[in-house]
Antibody, heavy 123, light 109 residues
Framework: QVQLVQSGAEVKKPGASVKVSCKAS????????MHWVRQAPGQGLEWMGW????????NYAQKFQGRVTMTRDTSISTAYMELSRLRSDDTAVYYC????????????????WGQGTLVTVSS | QSALTQPASVSGSPGQSITISCTGT?????????VSWYQQHPGKAPKLMIY???KRPSGVSNRFSGSKSGNTASLTISGLQAEDEADYYC?????????FGGGTKLTVL
């Protein structure tokens, strides 16, 4: 069965970076886009961007351009999301989500989600 | 780009029907039949309920349906059940980016 298992909670200081991992199993990792979505405490969902695990190509939301880097390691079916220059308002649960279909359809069709990783930014 | 607009809350009694609206613009909801809806229970990851405006994934109850008119998409839940109480988010393609709505809290009275 399809599973996305994310790394554990992190506590970071302002200005630091965080790297969250998302290990996929139960399907061909390179066959589906991987998206990252975050949710601040008590707030809604916010799309951050995607990576094409096959090509390594990425597309980031304008808000995160210059601060986010999405990568993958196909040998271990794992996607990564690194966010730099952290601020207190980056405190959120970060989710990876599999996008199904070709790039445009996959942009809104997230059929499997990771369990979420809480990143807390505090001095 | 701004988030899509949803009502903050809706409520209904068991057995009733409710509709949640999702208003965007001609650059997102109005331009593409790529609207999806997600259900999220407290402390859980979101779950896909509707995709491509009105399609239901396998395993999702046919009590959930979606539609779109112009710049506004809608999610209708018929025959409300207690387990439907959750937050609901719409999501739309916006031409190389993806937008979510602010979320709607559904209370089953």
């Amino acid at each position: 069965q399809v599973q996305l298992v994310q790394s554990g909670a992190e506590v970071k200081k302002p200005g630091a970076s965080v790297k969250v991992s998302c290990k996929a199993s139960g399907y061909t990792f390179t066959g589906y886009y991987m998206h990252w979505v975050r949710q601040a405490p008590g707030q809604g969902l916010e799309w951050m961007g995607w990576i094409n695990p096959n090509s390594g190509g990425t597309n980031y939301a304008q808000k995160f351009q210059g601060r986010v880097t999405m990568t993958r390691d196909t040998s271990i079916s794992t996607a990564y999301m690194e966010l730099s220059r952290l601020r207190s308002d980056d405190t959120a649960v970060y989710y990876c989500a599999r996008g199904r279909g070709e790039v445009v359809v996959a942009a809104t069709l997230f059929d499997y989600w990771g369990q979420g990783t809480l990143v807390t930014v505090s001095s | 780009q701004s988030a899509l607009t949803q009502p903050a809350s809706v409520s209904g009694s068991p057995g009733q029907s409710i509709t949640i609206s999702c208003t965007g613009t001609s650059s997102d909801v109005g331009s593409y039949n790529l609207v999806s809806w997600y259900q999220q229970h407290p402390g859980k990851a979101p779950k896909l309920m509707i995709y491509e405006v009105s399609k239901r994934p396998s395993g999702v109850s046919n009590r959930f349906s979606g539609s779109k008119s112009g710049n506004t998409a809608s999610l209708t839940i018929s025959g409300l059940q207690a387990e439907d109480e959750a937050d609901y988010y719409c999501c739309s393609y916006a031409g190389s980016s993806t937008l979510f709505g602010g979320g709607t809290k559904l209370t089953v009275l």
